[in-house]
């Protein structure tokens, strides 16, 4: 492929960024250290001073999700913003779950979306509160016609130095964000979902191994797991599949925005893993959209996907 061609494919996707085609993917991404940066909750990646890599070039859409709707909560930033993108690319309309102080980053995100062609919907709120998680999905189905993939993935954390640290209000507030949404919002959702519909919840790899400092964190993500296998059971006789993606550590918000982790620390952000370095949220969003396609992942159901930078875990 000559220079210009290379420059015409990535411009494929506006504003993308730019990778370099003579390495894996794997070899490509941004390493330790990071930028020792702190941000205020709930953390806008427009201000991260390394923005987060989510357009994936080398990704190569196929029509997996053509005509489909899916709903992604935290949609506006990391993960989230990644899996809607690519699902966009895919042919699905998407709508996206946020908080209204993070409008700045659902902005770009809709204009991503529809630059590919697809309808976005903007859906501004706080998952903490019953009544908007149904909001979320009547609204989808309102707008978008139907609902064939949701995608529970925001989420709240906060590290302590010990369990006294833990107060009940970040206890509640870390359970309810990041397990009750995802109960309220699969239970609201069931109903308009058909077979070949997907439920795809983000748990992490703290929810397998804990995490000292992420006590309140691991245990919900612990329930996560454990809700999406039960859950799993209970549909499948509607032709529902329901899986989640564990991730361990990924370059997003989340983490500079995290009270109790250090700028020294942000820098040094997934170095532990033996790839020595955090995920890319370009990295992790395919498992999404393999979860989410019926053709490809018909006969999973239950599962919980480690994308772990080559940690391995039991079970």
């Known amino acids: 492929m000559s220079t210009e061609q290379r420059a015409k494919t990535s411009e494929r996707h506006p504003g993308q960024q730019m990778d370099d085609r003579g390495k894996p993917q794997i070899m490509n991404e941004p390493k330790n250290p990071y930028p020792s940066q702190k941000l205020e909750k709930p953390g806008i990646e427009a201000e991260m001073d390394l923005k987060p890599r989510w357009r994936a070039p080398r990704y190569k859409a196929a029509g997996k999700l053509e005509g489909k709707v899916a709903l992604v909560t935290g949609g506006d930033s990391g993960i989230g913003r990644a899996v809607a993108f690519l699902y966009a690319r ?3 309309n998407v709508a996206i779950v946020y908080l209204p102080a993070e409008q700045r980053d659902a902005d770009e995100v809709k204009q991503a979306i529809e630059e590919t062609g ?3 919907v903007q859906i501004p709120g706080d998952l903490t509160d019953t009544a908007f998680c149904r ?3 009547e609204r989808t ?3 978008l016609g139907k609902l064939d993939i949701l995608v529970s993935n925001a989420a709240h954390q906060d590290r302590k130095e010990s369990l006294d640290k833990v107060s009940d209000d970040e206890f509640d507030r870390t359970f309810k964000t990041n397990v009750y949404a995802y109960f309220h919002l699969a ?3 069931i109903p308009h979902m058909k077979p070949g519909s997907a439920i795809i919840a983000t748990s992490s790899q703290a929810g397998m191994t804990g995490s000292a400092q992420l006590l309140d964190y691991s245990s919900t993500k612990g329930a996560i797991d454990s809700f999406t296998k039960a859950l799993a059971q209970s549909v499948i006789e509607k032709g529902i599949r329901v899986n989640n993606v564990a ?3 990924v370059w997003t918000p989340l983490n500079p925005a995290d009270k109790g982790l250090p700028p020294d620390k942000v820098a040094k952000f997934g170095e532990n893993t ?3 370095r955090a995920g890319q949220p370009e990295e992790i969003a395919p498992a ?3 979860l989410a396609s019926d053709a490809d992942s018909s006969f999973i159901s239950g599962i919980v996907l480690e994308q772990t930078g080559g940690k391995t875990m039991a079970g």
Do not use: H, N, Q, S
């Open 118 to 120: 697809r309808r976005c």
């Open 90 to 92: 895919e042919g699905a």
């Open 141 to 143: 189905v309102r707008e």
């Open 274 to 276: 033996p790839l020595g």
């Open 135 to 137: 909001e979320c999905i």
């Open 247 to 249: 991730p361990g550590p």
């Open 288 to 290: 999404y959209v393999f």
């Open 187 to 189: 239970r609201a959702a």
